[in-house]
Nanobody
Framework: QVQLVESGGGLVQAGGSLRLSCAAS????????MGWFRQAPGKEREFVAA???????YYADSVKGRFTMARDNAKNTVDLQMNSLKPEDTANYFC?????????????WGQGTQVTVSS
C-alpha cells in the first residue's frame, strides 16, 4: 500500500513557475514508477510526466521542455518543476504510483493539488 500526498499548487501568472511535490509512504517507494497527471474542469484526466526508479523520464508533448520531473528515493518524494506556465496548464494535478513505466499503469493516486494559471 502506498499513500501519496501532493503539495505546492497555487495561483500563478502566465509565464511563471510552480513546483509541485509528492510525498509517498511505504518502504518500497524506489520500486515504483511515479507519475503526474492532471484534470481540468470538464475534461478527462491526462498524463503529464513519469519517472522510473533510476530517474529516466518522459513527458506529454504539451509540457515537454517546460516541465521537469525528479525523484529522491531517500526521501520518498517526487517533484514536478513547472516553468513557462500557460493558462491551459490550469488543472488539478495528481501524483500517481505504478508498476509499469511506459505507458504508466497507475496503482495508487494522490488526492490532487490545484494549479491555476492566470492570463
Amino acid at each position: 500500500q502506498v499513500q501519496l500526498v501532493e503539495s505546492g499548487g497555487g495561483l500563478v501568472q502566465a509565464g511563471g513557475s510552480l513546483r509541485l511535490s509528492c510525498a509517498a509512504s511505504g518502504r518500497t517507494f524506489s520500486s515504483y514508477v511515479m507519475g503526474w497527471f492532471r484534470q481540468a474542469p470538464g475534461k478527462e484526466r491526462e498524463f503529464v510526466a513519469a519517472i522510473n526508479w533510476s530517474g529516466a523520464t518522459y513527458y506529454a508533448d504539451s509540457v515537454k521542455g517546460r516541465f521537469t520531473m525528479a525523484r529522491d528515493n531517500a526521501k520518498n518524494t517526487v517533484d514536478l518543476q513547472m516553468n513557462s506556465l500557460k493558462p491551459e496548464d490550469t488543472a488539478n494535478y495528481f501524483c500517481a504510483a505504478g508498476t509499469q513505466y511506459r505507458p504508466l499503469r497507475v496503482d495508487y493516486w494522490g488526492q490532487g493539488t490545484q494549479v491555476t494559471v492566470s492570463s
